[in-house]
């Protein structure tokens, strides 16, 4: 994977992201270690008291373990300059905060080989991280903004990966089929399109909105679809 990008001495905060996020035993190391998340991230909003306030480094900032909101209301980070008006309502995107993707990941029980859905692209960041480690003929990623996805495909491109990236509402038809599926976005039920587009022996993850329970669930070979709820939880913005 090409990593090069237009600044400089970003390794050793990924890797700082790695120490956090993970451990040097485990696989996805190397992983967080090589993706640079500024990249992904070049601005961002943050609370400042009632409102928010831009904030476009110091670089190290945007290696922190935590979501990065990238959007609020219609205000996205990427089209706001210092003499734009502070934004107002809710965060509406995000960076996820790295380990919580990782957790979500381990939760899907991700395979090589294995076909993935990763449903809420955001930044595009945990994209990278799904294509990096599985390959990006196998992770498809979509949401239904499509500044979303074309911006993450073109910040994707450029550090050498191109997964599939559709513009699409994740509670209506997906395009394809997957042998996993992992949301990022919270659903107040399971789209019949989920069960639909998961192949048999197949597995989801997912959050509730409104609550912070994270959903797990398998198709049997005969289509059933089990479920569990998994000792964690996770919040993300709803769909």
């Not at 903004?145 to 997964?163: E, H, N």
């Amino acid at each position: 994977m090409n990593t090069t990008t237009n600044t400089d001495h970003w390794q050793p905060h990924a890797r700082a992201l790695a120490d956090i996020a993970t451990h040097p035993g485990s696989r996805w190391y190397p992983v967080v270690a090589a993706v640079p998340r500024h990249h992904f991230v070049p601005a961002w909003w943050e609370r400042d008291g009632a409102g928010w306030r831009l904030h476009h480094g110091p670089l190290a900032d945007a290696y922190a373990d935590r979501s990065l909101v990238t959007r609020v209301g219609p205000a996205h980070a990427d089209h706001s300059g210092p003499d734009a008006g502070a934004p107002v309502g809710r965060p509406t995107s995000s960076s996820t905060q790295p380990s919580l993707l990782l957790s979500m990941y381990q939760h899907a029980q991700l395979a090589d080989g294995l076909d993935i859905a990763d449903v809420g692209t955001g930044s595009g960041y945990g994209t990278a991280l799904l294509a990096t480690r599985y390959g990006e003929r196998h992770v498809t990623t979509i949401d239904v903004d499509s500044y979303l996805v074309d911006t993450a495909a073109s910040r994707l491109a450029a550090i050498g990966l191109q997964p599939a990236a559709e513009t699409v509402d994740a509670t209506g038809q997906l395009p394809g089929s997957y042998d996993r599926l992992v949301s990022t976005v919270s659903v107040r039920w399971i789209p019949p399109s989920w069960l639909a587009a998961l192949r048999p022996t197949g597995r989801f993850v997912t959050t509730i909105h409104g609550t912070w329970i994270v959903l797990t669930a398998w198709k049997n070979p005969d289509g059933e679809v089990r479920g569990r709820v998994a000792r964690d939880w996770a919040g993300f913005m709803a769909t």
